[in-house]
Each structure stands twice: as structure tokens, then as C-alpha cells.
């Protein structure tokens, strides 16, 4: 899951968990919400890690340079 994945669903969760009043039989939508908002929150949290292992620096390779005697005699 990338990102913008883990980012919508803390907003669908968000919706569901706060900005509805809709009640169904044998769903809690208050409780998917927040589901689903600790799910995107750990995703996000994954990325970040996986993310920042990525970033690693390494240094230069050491190049060698030639210089070559017919490039001289002009």
C-alpha cells in the first residue's frame, strides 16, 4: 500500500468514525472507522520506516583518471 493509500483511509476512517449518524443492524461504522485509521496510521508508519532504509548515502566510487599522450601534442 503506498502513501496516498494509507492517507485515504485515515480519512475514510475519520468520515465513518465522526461525520456520520448512519446506523446499520450489524455493522458499526463507528468502530470500522477507527479500524480503519489505525490500519492507515501503521501503513503510514511502515512507509515511513521502509522509506527512510531507502535514503542510505553512499559515497562516490573512486574514478581514476587517464590521461592520454596523443591528446598532448597539439
Known amino acids: 500500500m503506498s502513501l ?5 483511509l485515515v480519512a ?10 448512519w446506523h446499520m ?3 458499526n461504522l ?9 490500519v492507515g496510521l501503521i501503513g503510514i508508519f511502515v ?4 522509506g ?3 535514503r542510505t548515502v553512499v559515497p562516490p566510487a573512486q574514478t ?5 599522450e596523443r591528446d ?3
Open 47 to 50: 512507509f515511513r520506516s521502509i
Open 30 to 38: 463507528d468502530l470500522v472507522g477507527w479500524i480503519f485509521m489505525i
Open 12 to 21: 475514510v476512517g475519520a468520515i465513518l468514525a465522526f461525520a456520520t449518524d
Open 52 to 54: 527512510r532504509r531507502r
Open 4 to 8: 496516498g493509500g494509507c492517507i485515504i
Open 72 to 74: 598532448r601534442r597539439f
Open 64 to 68: 581514476t583518471v587517464v590521461e592520454d
Open 25 to 27: 443492524q450489524s455493522v
